[in-house]
């Protein structure tokens, strides 16, 4: 199985600042990863998918990086409604989820 | 549009079944794959499991193998997630997700079901 490790577990960023959450896979997953935004009482919503593609309707604020074994989801300048957890997944085989990232208002 | 749609939440007892639901419209039910994923309290994500209800295919996640049992009714574009005898331990929301992209990525979720496990 495949094990997705996120860092760090909270970021304390202030509106306006870039946010940069990272993630490893215990294997190369090609670029097979993408990255949800999970709000308090709401489903999963997804941002990016192979690495780097913006699902549809994501704000260009939000933008993604990597291959193999490391990933990178950057937040340009964080707005207010952007506060919240980030999961990353691989989907190369099957799904594993990170433990999240919970981005926090400093 | 695409949704999905699940049962409502859900009080039982340890010991008990329940069998939970995930509707699918506006999409092709039986060309995607459809998954389940638990949320427990103050934690992270957790894949279970996921079908391909167009001809059943059923994989699951190590963790849960045994532990919960993944169906589907194509006649009815309604996947399913069963226990047999729950635990306390799956006290939990669950959510459904079709992998709507490459097959499975998944750009579609349910509103979740919160099954609550409780003596």
């Known amino acids: 199985e495949i094990v997705m490790t996120q860092s760090p577990a909270t970021l304390s960023v202030s509106p306006g600042e870039r946010a940069t959450l990272s993630c490893r896979a215990s294997q190369s997953v090609s670029s097979n990863l993408a990255w949800y935004q999970q709000k308090p009482g709401q489903a999963p919503r997804l941002l990016i998918y192979g690495a780097s593609t913006r699902a549809t309707g994501i704000p260009a604020r939000f933008s993604g990086s990597g291959s193999g074994t490391e990933f990178t989801l950057t937040i340009s300048s964080l707005q207010s409604e952007d506060f919240a957890v980030y999961y990353c997944q691989q989907y190369n085989n099957w799904w594993t989820f990170g433990q999240g990232t919970k981005v926090e208002i400093k | 549009e695409v949704q999905l749609v699940q049962s409502g939440a859900e009080v039982k007892k340890p010991g008990e079944s329940l069998r939970i639901s995930c509707k699918g419209s506006g999409f092709s039910f039986t060309s995607d794959w459809i998954a389940w994923v638990r949320h427990m309290p103050g934690k992270g994500l957790e894949y279970m499991g996921i079908i391909y209800p167009g001809d059943s295919d059923t994989r699951y996640s190590p963790s849960f193998q045994g532990q919960v049992a993944i169906s589907a009714d194509k006649s009815i574009s309604t996947a399913y997630l069963q226990w047999s005898s729950l635990k306390a331990s799956d006290t939990a929301m669950y959510y459904c997700?079709?992998?709507?992209?490459?097959?499975?990525?998944?750009?579609?979720w349910g509103q979740g079901t919160l099954v609550i496990v409780s003596s």
């Open positions: 997700a079709r992998g709507g992209i490459q097959g499975v990525v998944a750009d579609s």
